[in-house]
């Protein structure tokens, strides 16, 4: 999988978890008021519905962060964040063997969300470092 359907995969588990949690909330309400108008005779299967619900999503988002992070083109792969640091020198101006190679790779994926991409294009700001007084 490339880099931006890892980040639309993980964006996708998310929205799942945040229906789950809102269905799950909604139910719960609905349902400590009058059981009956969610066919359920009990209060206690409201709640374990509910949190049925909300273990669910918990368990969807948490499958989806576990495999886009471990997949070597990940958004927290050591290789990203290494190409993010290679692109910070190049942006700056520094020729290093490593320029040539990341910009072979990012014409390769023309319009990605890929950040070493977007940092030698100039649209994350270029070069972000935190100054250090001494």
Known sequence: MTYDQLIFLQTAAEAFFWVCVA?????????????AWLGLTKRRWVALRAAALWLLGTAVVSAAIFYTHSQPNGPHAFATYMDGLAA???YAGEKLPSCSELEKKCAEMPGTLYPACRILKGEDGGLQTIEVQR
């Open 88 to 90: 910070q020198k190049c």
């Open 23 to 35: 269905f799950g909330a909604i139910s719960f309400v609905i349902g400590m008021h009058n059981p």
